[in-house]
């Protein structure tokens, strides 16, 4: 691992950022959208509109360059005004090679979608950090390059060329990353961290005990003390373990544990590197204490959890 938690994470979750589309519109509209259990992605590259959650919320309202990132699990509505019926995307005429829709009359808003697929590890890693909805404004530190980053996706809709899906895909990728950089600034300057549940983000966006998570990180195998990690976050043990609960939602030693069974699902669904060399690899002395481990925090054996990843 690269000792960069942020990286880390988006890797062992295989964590990749699809551009499925978009749609124009103007006069009176609406659309209901479904996240259909995946990170889903708006920006709104023109005009505004409202956002309507399905649970009763207030509507947000959405601004030329704002991004929001929905966790999936409901569906929503954006729309011109509160009150209007929604349309679903399948009753939407599309381009398909723009691959965007037409709503109402006009083009006085345009909006660009995606979602970030998360298959790969049941989105456990990533959803359990993130809010169930992120709103990072047109103001926000990273604005200027989502900016940018929109403007090229556009653009590669436009053009058509060869290689534009692969490159719009990575383009959503990487607003995606931009999106979660905005939530660790507006976390860290916070007390109570803006919005973010506990969880290892929430905990990264910690200046103090973002060292320690960088040590565990970065040398997962490492028989980390407490003593060790408080150390380097220069707090005392008891300081520390408060702290870095409070933040990560589970105690320092727990979390450690919980990232070396990450690192091992991701390398039991890619790798076939023997279940024994797995163990030493993520700090465990042996396959039997290291099978224990893994069934008691995923809720299978690794060798079972191999054979149903690659079935």
């Given at each position: 691992?690269?000792?960069?938690?942020?990286?880390?994470?988006?890797?062992?979750?295989?964590?990749?950022?699809?551009?499925?589309?978009?749609?124009?519109?103007?006069?009176?509209?609406?659309?209901?959208?479904?996240?259909?259990?995946?990170?889903?992605?708006?920006?709104?590259?023109?005009?505004?509109?409202?956002?309507?959650?399905?649970?009763?919320?207030?509507?947000?309202?959405?601004?030329?360059?704002?991004?929001?990132?929905?966790?999936?699990?409901?569906?929503?509505?954006?729309?011109?005004?509160?009150?209007l019926v929604p349309v679903e995307p399948a009753d939407v005429t599309v381009d398909p090679l723009t691959r965007m829709g037409t709503l109402g009359e006009g083009e006085d808003v345009v909006c660009v979608s995606g979602h970030i697929d998360l298959s790969r590890d049941s989105g456990d890693l990533l959803r359990r950090a993130l809010p169930e909805l992120i709103h990072v404004r047109s103001t926000a530190a990273e604005a200027p390059v989502l900016r940018w980053l929109t403007r090229q996706l556009m653009a590669e809709m436009a053009a058509g060329r060869a290689g534009s899906a692969f490159s719009s895909d990575h383009l959503a990728q990487l607003m995606f990353v931009q999106v979660l950089r905005a939530c660790l600034g507006e976390a860290g300057s916070t007390p109570s961290g803006g919005g973010l549940p506990p969880g290892w983000l929430r905990a990264l966006a910690d200046e103090r005990l973002a060292p320690a998570l960088?040590?565990?990180?970065?040398?997962?195998?490492?028989?980390?003390?407490?003593?060790?990690?408080?150390?380097?976050?220069?707090?005392?043990?008891?300081?520390?373990?408060?702290?870095?609960?409070?933040?990560?939602?589970?105690p320092p030693l727990t979390y450690l544990q919980n990232w070396r069974m990450s690192l091992a699902a991701r390398a039991l669904r890619e790798d076939a590197v023997p279940?024994?060399?797995?163990?030493?690899?993520?700090?465990?002395?042996?396959?039997?204490?290291?099978?224990?481990?893994?069934k008691r925090t995923v809720g299978v054996a690794p060798r079972r959890y191999r054979e149903t990843a690659r079935s």
């Open positions: 691992m690269s000792g960069d938690p942020l990286s880390d994470a988006l890797a062992v979750a295989d964590a990749r950022g699809v551009f499925s589309g978009g749609f124009t519109a103007g006069g009176r509209w609406a659309i209901r959208l479904r996240g259909r259990d995946r990170l889903k992605v708006n920006v709104v590259a023109r005009g505004g509109c409202l956002l309507v959650a399905e649970d009763g919320a207030e509507p947000v309202a959405l601004s030329e360059g704002d991004v929001v990132v929905s966790d999936g699990r409901r569906s929503y509505v954006l729309c011109s005004e509160p009150g960088r040590l565990m990180h970065a040398d997962p195998a490492h028989p980390w003390r407490l003593a060790e990690l408080a150390a380097a976050a220069a707090m005392s043990r008891t300081t520390f373990a408060v702290r870095f609960r409070q933040a990560a939602g589970v279940v024994a060399a797995l163990a030493r690899s993520v700090g465990y002395g042996s396959e039997s204490a290291f099978s224990n481990a893994f």
